[in-house]
């Protein structure tokens, strides 16, 4: 498999996707969403932006199977680190809190 | 296999004898970086499991705490990390098509929004040592001990967590201007054998291998800003 070389033209419309993303999220933090919205919306567009980096500017997008492997374990074990931890914070109560 | 050691006898003066060729060596050298960014994805983890923690715990306490970091100039260094990465995706490109001019210049403009958000970050912990902000005693002399009103805490907000905020928010931003700075170092380095003509379209896993840190610090830093600075805006911040 030899090396893929990105376009320019792709790296430039990612730097603007993600400036937008940045104008985006500043505003959105202004208005007042019902509920857990705003820390959503933040989340959301904070996680398009991570990818967009991941996808182009890293090259995952056109790397070897092996690299996605590696990408997705980091993911799955920082999952595995926020479940088990907020198990027990959320449910430290449910036997009654002195 | 044959043909293989035809080449071997040909081969590039950078090519490691372990490795069969230059394309082997290169998928192993990215292979290798993203292992360890798997591990500093992990050491970063740990530092955003503690403010998902404690912001779910005192959510009013964090709001007010945020409300004081200057949005201004988080959202300039952002945009001076994101045009960064750019710069870094350009250095890679140009290295890979052989522009060795253009390579040059993508590293040192890297280098210098490297540096200004450095910068940035440097007058935004001036203006919290001024104000009292710097958690603990870690400043002898100064301690922890913001101006109440100015801080506009609520009837039943605790300055203690308003602290609690402040030591998530040094020792975040603090790990990640120490990999900036360790990101400066390895480009300078890049920048050095640039000049000296090492990297060729055949060549140049370093500049691909430092470039991948380099996005993966813009990456942190993409979390970190709503995280730190964004969280209480529509609380009525300023």
Redesign the interface.
Known sequence: ???H??P?KV??S??LA??VG?AV??LA?????PGAL??IV??T??VV??TL??L???HVRY??R??WV??A??LF??GI??AL??SD?WTRCWLGCT | MAESYVEHEVSHPALQHHFENLEQQREAGTLGMWVFLVTEIMFFGGMFLAYTLYRSKFPAAFAIASNHLDIKLGAINTAVLIFSSFTMAMAVYNTQVGKRRAQIISLVLTIVLGLGFLGIKAVEYYQKYEDHLIPGSLIPGNPFNPDPHEMHLTPGGSMQHVQMFYWIYFAMTGMHALHMIIGVGLLSFLLYFSVKGRYSPEYHNPVEVIGLYWHFVDIVWIFLFPLLYLLGRHTGGH
Do not use: C, H
């Open positions: 498999m030899s090396e070389i990105v320019v790296y430039i990612i730097f993600l400036m940045t999220t500043v933090a202004f208005q007042n969403f705003n820390v933040a989340m567009i904070a932006k991570a980096v991941v182009y500017f890293m790397s070897a092996l690299i590696i990408v374990s980091a074990w920082m680190l926020f931890t907020f914070y």
